[in-house]
C-alpha cells in the first residue's frame, strides 16, 4: 500500500509541529521553581611557609644543572642572585661562588673567575678545592694563585 505524498507531508508537519511545542514547554505559573542551593566551598588548605634555605637550596640545584649542561653564562646569571639572600650559610655561599668561578674559567674569563675564588676565600679563609678540581687546567691555577694571593694578606703574628 502506497501513501499519498500529501498525506506523508502532513504527518511529518504535524510531528514537527507537536516536536518543537514540546520542546518549548515551560514550568506552569502556579508551580514554584525549585530554590537553588548554594553548595559551600571546600576549605582551602593554609598557605605553607615557605623554607628559604630549602629554597634556596633548590635555585643552586636547577642553577648547577644548567653549569652541568654548558650553558655557563645563563649558570652565572642564575647563581649570583643566590648570594643576595640574607642569613645564607657560609658554606652555601662558597659553593656558589666556586660554581661561579668555574662557569667563568670555563668561557676562558680569567679575571672574573680569580675574582670569584677571591670573594671564597675572604668568606673562608679554609676553603679548598677538591683534588679533581685543583688539576684543572685553567680553574686550578686560578685557584691556586687566588690562595697565594689569600695567604699573602693574612696579617703576621708578631711574636713578643
Not at 498525506?7 to 520542546?23: E, G, H, I, K, N
Not at 656558589?96 to 680569567?110: E, G, P, Q, T, Y
Not at 675572604?122 to 686560578?142: I, M
Amino acid at each position: 500500500m502506497k501513501i499519498p505524498t500529501s498525506l506523508l507531508l502532513r504527518m511529518t508537519s504535524c510531528s514537527a509541529l507537536v516536536f518543537l511545542l514540546v520542546a518549548c514547554e515551560t514550568v506552569p505559573r502556579n508551580q514554584p521553581v525549585a530554590p537553588v542551593i548554594a553548595v559551600p566551598e571546600a576549605p582551602q588548605e593554609p598557605v605553607k611557609p615557605v623554607d628559604p634555605v630549602a629554597q634556596n637550596e633548590q635555585a643552586l640545584s636547577e642553577a648547577l644543572t644548567v653549569y652541568a649542561e654548558g650553558r655557563y653564562d645563563d649558570a652565572v646569571a642564575s647563581l649570583t642572585p643566590l648570594l643576595e639572600g640574607p642569613g645564607l650559610p657560609l658554606s652555601f655561599q662558597v659553593r656558589v661562588l666556586k660554581f661561579i668561578a668555574f662557569s667563568h674559567c670555563a668561557m676562558n674569563r680569567l679575571r672574573p673567575c680569580r675574582q670569584s675564588f677571591d670573594q671564597a676565600l675572604e668568606l673562608d679563609s679554609t676553603f679548598q678545592l677538591t683534588e679533581a678540581e685543583k688539576g684543572h687546567p685553567v680553574w686550578g691555577r686560578e685557584f691556586n694563585n687566588a690562595r697565594s694571593a689569600a695567604r699573602n694578606k693574612r696579617p703576621v703574628k708578631k711574636s713578643s
